[in-house]
Nanobody
Framework: QVQVVESGGGLVQPGGSLRLSCVAS????????MCWYRQAPGKQRELVAT???????NYADSVKGRFTISRDNARNTAYLQMNSLKPEDTAVYYC??????????????WGQGTQVTVSS
């Protein structure tokens, strides 16, 4: 089994910063990519940022220049540094991990989500 746990969410003022963490654990042989998604109330879940095993990154247009995704391979951890936060960034942020698990089965595993609220 594989577990994915996000942390670091909270309440911040517009213009502030937060750093989210995503830790994968369990029966993992290798990780292909890690992604951050977000979902605001009444809206579709959207892809925010992706980082591959080789360190290549992609971002949604709405967060380019403000958010940075990174990873620590030794700890199976991904981070999302969020700067210049706006009220429209308010959402539950989810981590998705594309990996090979037991017997090299390819899996996508989701975390439980962490709430980010941007408000004065």
């Amino acid at each position: 089994q594989v577990q994915v746990v996000e942390s670091g969410g909270g309440l911040v003022q517009p213009g502030g910063s937060l750093r989210l963490s995503c830790v994968a654990s369990g029966s993992i042989l290798s990780i292909n990519s890690m992604c951050w998604y977000r979902q605001a109330p009444g809206k579709q879940r959207e892809l925010v940022a992706t980082i591959t095993s080789g360190g290549r990154t992609n971002y949604a247009d709405s967060v380019k220049g403000r958010f940075t995704i990174s990873r620590d391979n030794a700890r199976n951890t991904a981070y999302l540094q969020m700067n210049s936060l706006k009220p429209e960034d308010t959402a539950v942020y989810y981590c998705n991990v594309d990996l090979y698990g037991s017997r090299w089965a390819r899996k996508n595993t989701w975390g439980q989500g962490t709430q980010v609220t941007v408000s004065s």
